[in-house]
């Protein structure tokens, strides 16, 4: 038995051994809130309780397996417990309840590119002239959707809210929705929200709900801030019948109502379960005072929260966040490189240095100072490695094998051979679908499209593909390889940068090789690309600043932060000034900001902006020109400052 008193504080011991009922963990920016989910886990397997019983939930697969694999290093047993996100842990109920739903168990699921092709194809056929067809893009319409689904709101008010230019389009989107959804249900297509739409219909059939609840006694729900209103509805519903439930999360730092993730969540826990215990860790394990001291003081002026004060648990004191006022965005990008290298010099290397910002523009004039001082940098985002069109290339002659009805697949696929465009594959493809297997399509469909036709050798060598991948004794990785050679001569003459990409084709087939299942490794892909080694979107690259909106930044840390460009209109952002809920989402940005510094916090503003022969003054952001953050900052303007 671990000796837990040893390991935590008063407060994270708390939250680790409370074990039944409703507990809610208000977790303070670096108050060490992965630990208490680790020795809580530890303690409920110790405390006799069946890990398989145990379920924890969480916004990446990483961050479950990095907490359990921790308790796994205490006590064998906590490696059963089952971990995961939210849509992991939907699909694999709907996997095995399917049938409940009104779904077969062999469904595909659409990723995010994949869904908005989707959508484009369902706009077709409506009533809207070509003019508005153009300036409607697939990807907006989308996006429209997936708020309305994802906020619980009607298509109309996120119209309203997030795009009032597009008001006279409403009664158009919403017939959109209406064909996607049927689209959807013939196709045997689930996208990302349906997998918490009908997770959530699963769990509010109670004979459904009660045999989950009975496997999975005890619930913990990770990052509870960034919850959405689906996912609290399914985290409500998961517990509903024990109340064994225990969610962690900052109401500081929620910061992603744009996605769709609700303030509101965390903030009415205890109303949804009455009774429930509210912890608070308050100790903070990554900064110096003299920088908490400035977070606590947007703390204070935050509205609807839960209080508390963030404490320093590191025995050095450290020095004060400095506020810099420059004339121009270059003079405050030359004093940055500068600083960088000072403090490189003083033992700071540029991994552990990182700027930060509301919105990328911001940065631009920095990238260029950068690059003319030969300071290498990395930028936080960029596209998802799956979304790659070399990735879902490859990936869509897979899908067939599952799906046979996956048109999009089918497209992706037959638009790769020369001489099919759009229009042979959807004449091509139509046959195909009409088929209930591959095998029926091989024989049948695709036989009289062999001769006569400039791509018919193409199509023969596509042909001999897929019966080769349909063989049912023959392995994931191997059908993996088989397409990766058939594919790789077509990528040659796609893409000029063939010889990098054939690299990550050549990383994700050593992850397909560790797979027993096509199908969940391709719903895998779709929900969260496992793990490849390209560390894409991960700090700390050796050498290289880290420069990041603060929004890419989250969760992470670094000694020395600088948080540029606090301008009112930039930060907070211009369209949130008319609506104080969200004025309060980007305060809720700012304080995630300013605690990602360890020991150096460097805060800045430039006053003027050049366009071209016009120049414009900015006004300092109202999050800094408030007396009581001030009073914490040490106030500095450079030697050629005109200030």
């Known amino acids: 038995m671990i000796d837990l008193k040893k390991h935590l504080n ?11 009922g409703p507990v809610l963990v208000i977790a303070g920016a670096g108050s060490g809130k992965t630990r208490v989910i680790e020795y809580r886990v530890l303690n409920l397997v110790q405390s006799g309780i069946e890990p398989s019983s145990i379920l924890l939930l969480t916004f990446t697969r990483n961050a479950s397996r990095v907490m359990l694999s921790r308790a796994s290093n205490h006590d064998p047993r906590c490696a059963m417990v089952e971990g995961g996100t939210f849509h992991s842990f939907a699909y694999k109920a709907l996997k095995r309840y399917a049938n409940a739903v009104g779904f077969t168990n062999l469904f595909s699921i659409l990723d995010e590119s994949d869904a908005i092709d989707a959508v484009a194809k369902c706009s077709g056929g409506l009533d809207i002239s070509e003019k508005d067809r153009k300036f409607l893009k697939k990807g907006t319409i989308r996006s429209i959707i997936s708020m309305s689904i994802n906020k619980h709101e009607p298509i109309e008010d996120i119209i309203e809210k997030e795009y009032p230019h597009l008001a006279e389009y409403s009664e158009y989107i919403k017939n959109v929705k209406t064909k ?26 109670s004979p459904v709900r009660k045999l989950i609840a009975d496997k999975y006694k005890y619930i913990m729900v990770d990052e509870y801030q960034d919850t959405n209103k689906l996912q609290g509805d399914i985290s409500y519903l998961l517990a509903k019948d024990h109340k064994n439930i225990m969610v962690v999360g900052d109401d500081a730092q929620s910061i992603y109502g744009f996605r769709g993730a609700t303030h509101k969540n965390i903030m009415d826990f205890p109303a949804m379960f009455p009774g429930c215990t509210v ?14 001291d400035a977070a606590n003081s947007v703390l204070s002026e935050m509205t609807n929260k839960y209080e508390k004060r963030l404490v320093s648990g590191l025995k050095h004191k450290g020095a004060r966040p400095q506020m810099w006022f420059f004339n121009d965005a270059y003079e405050e990008a030359g004093w940055i490189a500068d600083k960088m290298n000072e403090l490189r010099r003083n033992g700071t290397p540029f991994e552990k240095q990182c700027v930060l910002f509301r919105s990328s523009y911001i940065s631009i004039a920095l990238q260029a100072e950068l690059n003319k001082r030969g300071i290498s940098y990395q930028l936080m985002g960029g596209m998802r490695f799956y979304e790659s069109s070399h990735v879902k290339d490859l990936v869509a002659h897979l899908k067939l094998v ?4 996956d048109e999009l697949a089918w497209h992706r696929a037959l638009e790769l051979i020369e001489g099919i465009g759009p229009r042979t594959s959807a004449k091509i493809s139509k046959d195909f679908i009409q088929e209930e297997n591959i095998a029926g399509i091989t024989k049948g469909p695709l036989s009289k499209y062999e001769k006569g036709f400039k791509y018919s050798s193409g199509l023969l060598r596509f042909k001999a593909l897929i019966e080769n991948i349909s063989a049912d004794n023959a392995k994931v990785g191997e059908r993996f390889e088989r397409v990766f050679d058939y594919y790789s001569p077509l990528m040659k003459s796609r893409f000029d940068d063939w010889n990098t990409r054939i690299n990550d084709l050549e990383t994700l087939k050593k992850i397909a090789y560790r797979y027993d299942s096509l199908q969940d490794l391709l719903s895998d892909f779709a929900i969260e690309l496992p793990d490849h080694g390209g560390g894409h979107h991960e700090a700390g690259h050796k050498n290289q600043v880290t420069l990041s909106t603060i929004h890419s930044a989250k969760g992470m840390e670094w000694e020395a932060v600088f948080l540029i460009g606090l301008i009112d209109g930039v930060f907070p952002v211009s369209f949130s000034l008319g609506d104080d809920e969200s004025v309060e989402e980007e ?17 800045t503003f430039h006053r003027e902006n050049n366009r071209g022969y016009m120049s414009q003054l900015n006004k300092l952001s109202r999050f800094i020109d408030s007396s009581m953050i001030l009073s914490r900052l040490e106030q500095n303007v450079t030697v050629n400052s005109d200030w």
């Not at 008063?10 to 039944?20: E, G, H, K, N, R």
């Open 279 to 292: 912890i608070k860790l308050e100790e903070n394990y990554r900064s110096t005072q003299p920088i908490l």
């Open 587 to 603: 305060r809720r940005l700012f304080y995630v900001g300013l605690t990602r510094a360890k020991t150096d916090l460097f805060i």
């Open 180 to 205: 996607y959804v049927r689209y959807k249900t013939e196709k045997n297509y689930l996208d990302y929200d349906d997998m918490l739409i009908y997770f959530k219909k699963l769990l509010e059939n």
């Open 10 to 20: 008063p407060s994270q011991f708390l939250a680790a051994t409370t074990i039944d």
């Open 402 to 405: 599952m799906n046979p009805k």
